[in-house]
């Protein structure tokens, strides 16, 4: 139960921050999950990972302040269950959590951005890699 239940957040996650992304952008989203999931800063289950933000006392999300946007972006979160794009990122979740790809992509990253946005926090980091629409960072600084 507790893997389905990890499966199920970690491929919505991959579905809503890159499910038009090639195979290895899908997989660099997951990847970055899994690091931060090892990482002492972040929550340690994939779930709490993929569901972190910022919330007020009634425990609702504050909109814009997730660590992965599409979870507090006010819009619905609905998936195609029915799609190839849906398939994928199952597939490619269960690769990842079962430690069938072992090679990170990301090169350790825990942070990524869209190409087309420059946030502040990326000064910060250390760029690791571009993967398509995505650039990943770690904390490292140069």
């Known amino acids: 139960m507790i893997l389905e239940t990890a499966l199920m957040c970690m491929a919505t996650n991959i579905y809503h921050e890159a499910k038009n992304q090639p195979m290895v952008g899908q997989i660099a989203v997951a990847q970055v999950v899994m690091n931060r999931v090892k990482d002492s800063r972040y929550p340690n289950t994939i779930c709490d990972v993929v569901k972190q933000g910022l919330t007020y006392k ?5 909109l814009g302040k ?5 979870y507090c972006d006010g819009k619905k979160d609905d998936v ?12 490619y ?4 959590i079962t430690n069938r790809i072992t090679l990170d992509v990301t090169e350790g ?8 946005v420059r946030p502040a926090w990326a000064r910060t980091k250390t760029k690791t890699v571009r993967i398509n629409r995505h650039i990943f960072y770690k904390w490292e600084r140069k």
């Open 66 to 70: 997730c660590q992965f946007s599409w």
């Open 93 to 96: 979740a269960s690769m990842v």
């Open 109 to 116: 990253a825990t942070h990524y951005h869209a190409t087309y």
């Open 58 to 62: 009634n425990g609702k999300v504050v």
């Open 80 to 91: 195609n269950m029915k799609s190839e794009k849906w398939r994928n990122s199952l597939r």
